[in-house]
């Protein structure tokens, strides 16, 4: 009898400690999200789509958290029921983004050939002064008044989408493993006598 009991103690904890760094990703990217585009966006043009889309998974997670929390000190059903389907919605919009941002890395030239066409000059000359390069596929390429150096910048926008990419899957692959980790802990010990 003990046994199960340090078990169950032992899971607890381990629930809470998932629960802790859900809310502290949501609270995080939300930050971090807010950040990156108060910062870049005047640069990069970032559409207030994706903030919002921040501010959306970074208030799921930390609903999931706190729902998660009180699930499992609640003798309520229907409380568990809800945590479980918000974790499910927000890791069912997590595995999209991961697919979707392979998608933007996949269409990285198109579109960095499309915005090089928008960017002002003073754009251009901080983006080549930054990536060390001179126009996007050459230095003949709509290049800014100043050239960083003698290779085109799509090479460094193609490889900065790419890490981006992988490290946003990165990240969301290792929440969704944990959210899983977390249904299935509080399943458990909910629902097993």
């Avoid at 381990?14 to 995080?28: N, R, W």
């Avoid at 499309?114 to 990536?131: D, M, Y």
Wanted: proline share 1%; hydrophobic share 45%; with cysteine.
């Amino acid at each position: 009898m003990h046994h199960k009991s340090t078990v169950k103690k032992t899971f607890k904890v381990v629930f809470f400690f998932i629960q802790a760094l859900v809310f502290i990703s949501g609270v995080g990217g939300s930050i971090v999200g807010t950040t990156i585009y108060l910062t870049a966006q005047e640069l990069l043009q970032i559409p207030a789509k994706i903030l919002m889309l921040s501010y959306t998974i970074g208030v799921l997670e930390v609903l999931s958290a706190i729902l998660g929390y009180t699930a499992l000190s609640s003798r309520r059903k229907l409380r568990m029921l809800v945590y479980i389907s918000i974790t499910l919605v927000l890791m069912n919009i997590q595995a999209i983004i991961a697919v979707k941002s392979w998608d933007v890395y996949e269409r990285s030239r198109e579109w960095g050939d499309w915005r090089w066409s928008s960017l002002t000059e003073n754009q251009r000359n901080f983006v080549q002064a930054k990536f060390r390069c001179c126009g996007f596929y050459n230095a003949a390429d709509r290049s800014g008044s100043s050239c960083g150096g003698e290779n085109g910048c799509v090479g460094a926008v193609y490889k900065l989408s790419k890490s981006v990419s992988k490290l946003i899957q990165k990240i969301l692959m290792f929440l969704f493993f944990f959210e899983s980790v977390g249904v299935g802990i509080l399943s458990m010990l909910r629902l097993r006598k």
